[in-house]
């Protein structure tokens, strides 16, 4: 069972590669795509909900967050509802580099789909997301 694990492992490798060469031009790195990526999809959202959806640490994801609002990419207004919290809100220079984000994570899934059929694509598409919500919930 241990080549599921590894073929995941070595997938994730090649997909860090390929996005931090691609994502270098537009000044994101691979540690910063999936939170402005997520952000521009949930704006509005909290540190912490951005982090559950990331499936990243609360500390790194303060720090990811602290290094996109240095870079413009995000802006914070106080929680009206919980003084103690933040709203996070995509800039428009997050708005703006968004599509060109999609379109190399679009163009990496295609290069991992190659070969494929519809079919084969939305039945790896469910058992990947099957074993994601398995590693979630076995390590917290």
Known sequence: MYKIGKCITISARKSQ???????EELGISTGQYMYLVSLCENEGISQEQLGEIVGINKSTTAKVIGQLEAQGHVRREQDLE????????????????????????DQWNEYLADGLTKEEQSTLFELLSRVEANARKHCR
């Not at 590669?17 to 994502?23: D, G, I, P």
Request: charged share 30%.
């Open 17 to 23: 590669v390929y996005y931090a060469n691609r994502l």
């Open 82 to 105: 919980d003084k103690r919290g933040y709203k996070l809100y995509p800039t428009q220079k997050a708005k703006d580099v968004y599509p060109l984000v999609i379109k190399i994570l």
